[in-house]
């Protein structure tokens, strides 16, 4: 989202950011003319009457929701939004394989996602995702599209060349990002980093 709201054209958007805590590391690259709401909710059920408020004080031309809790948290309460405003919803994760691997009564949330989303207009990170979404929980392809992660490529560059290289040798060198579950694959990554130097202990 910071990298959203930095590449935005402010000649046609105005954007604000509501955030359930407006804290963590990513703060500081939300450019200053954002303004930053905080929701101050600890659970994103507890977020929905900040973001009811906050909603019809700035009567947003679109809500945009981008984690999974508050997606069902924003659509179970879009008759409490205001009227005509659209709400757009972001996956980022196989839903099917989350439910199943990470919550608890993954059956009853899947019901969440099968009433919720059906009606819901929805980014998916990637095709596999929004195959899951209508395979799995009946989500129609007329109502996903799938918009990749988005990458500023010139800060990437920027901040790789800001430090020296931390490796030597030849390689093989992999550098990977993600959260430490398992529908991210660290546990597959590490087991064939594993085999490679085996086969080429060099």
Known sequence: MSTLTRHLDRSRFEPHLALMRAEG????????DVPVHDLKAK?????LPALIRLSWKLRPDLLFSMSGYL????LGGK???????????REVTTVSSYLVEEISHPRL??????????????VCASDF????LAKNFGVSPGRMVRIYNPVDEERMRALANSTPNPYS???????TGGR???EKGMDLLLEAMALVHQARPD
């Open 25 to 32: 590391p990513y703060l500081r690259d939300v450019p200053q």
């Open 43 to 47: 659970r994103a059920r507890y977020a």
């Open 71 to 74: 997606n069902l948290t924003v």
């Open 79 to 89: 008759w409490l939004l205001p009227r005509r405003m659209p709400v757009l919803v």
């Open 109 to 122: 949330w899947a019901l969440f996602y099968r009433r919720l989303y059906r009606k819901a207009t929805v």
């Open 129 to 132: 995702m929004s195959k899951d």
């Open 169 to 175: 040798g030849t390689g093989p060198q992999i550098v």
């Open 180 to 182: 430490l579950s398992r």
